[in-house]
């Protein structure tokens, strides 16, 4: 579905019994609402209602020449629950996802029921500014997402999974190649500007923090650290998994958010 929300184009997916508690689901960079196929299955089976959105420049979500903060992706997510009056939900982002989550727990707590973060980061790392910078200049020299397709590939899952799943690793793949490089660059400034690390301690959400073991990107200790400083806050660990262990390993993943659901609707 497509939706004209603050003058842009954003595509969003919304599932489910309309009086059911609703789910809203953010993807990683370089993906888009697709890699939540996974989840949505047991979601639904559940009894959740289940909306993904694609960030901007993501999947069917248009790019902005403005660069973007988190504070400005996370209004873009209140912005779509208001267009479909969807007062609060349970939110469970990845990566960036989860990045954007917290944001919303620190600035729009009111509209949360419960905070799941998978594989993410309370602060940009030191020297992710030129980090994304040379990736930005070798995107733009290609004129796609090319450059980072194959690295950001064996980051995400391992070469184990391509073996064991070779269509699934080309979709993906392919939506790396898919995504916009103007909405690569909107949302790389957002992961390279931000630190939440002294707002966490006030978040007053229910709040549940996950990590693949073997994440290169955003590894396990940062998981923790996130969990250290959200007061309450639980931490799980996903085996054999990468950056997306939502995808690697659906099953493990799926029952720790599923039981957290449940917890937090019992």
Request: proline share 7%.
């Amino acid at each position: 579905m497509l939706g004209q929300l603050q003058q842009r184009r954003v595509y969003y997916d919304l599932i489910g019994d309309a009086g059911a508690p609703a789910v809203c689901l953010i993807h990683a960079m370089m993906a888009d609402g697709s890699m939540w196929s996974p989840q949505v299955p047991d979601l639904l089976k559940a009894g959740f209602r289940v909306l993904r959105m694609d960030l901007p420049g993501h999947g069917g979500s248009a790019a902005s020449s403005e660069p973007s903060t988190m504070a400005d992706l996370a209004d873009g997510v209140i912005s779509l629950l208001d267009h479909l009056e969807i007062s609060k939900t349970h939110y469970c982002g990845l990566s960036i996802g989860g990045a954007i989550g917290q944001a919303l727990a620190i600035h729009n707590a009111d509209r949360l029921e419960s905070l799941f973060l998978a594989d993410t980061v309370s602060a940009a790392p030191p020297g992710a500014r030129g980090m994304w910078a040379e990736r930005l200049k070798a995107v733009e020299a290609a004129g796609s997402l090319a450059p980072l397709a194959d690295m950001t590939m064996s980051r995400v899952v391992s070469a184990a999974f391509k073996e064991k799943n070779p269509a699934l690793w080309m979709g993906l793949r392919d939506t790396i190649l898919g995504t916009e490089p103007l909405g690569l660059a909107q949302c790389a400034h957002a992961l390279a500007e931000f630190d939440f690390t002294a707002s966490l301690p006030n978040v007053r959400i229910p709040t549940q923090i996950v990590c693949g073991d073997d994440d290169p990107a955003t590894p396990p200790a940062e998981g923790k650290k996130i969990a250290s400083l959200i007061p309450g806050s639980v931490y799980a660990e996903i085996r054999n998994a990468r950056h997306y262990p939502n995808v690697e390993q659906p099953e493990q993943f799926n029952a720790v958010l599923l039981q957290w659901l449940r917890s937090r609707t019992a």
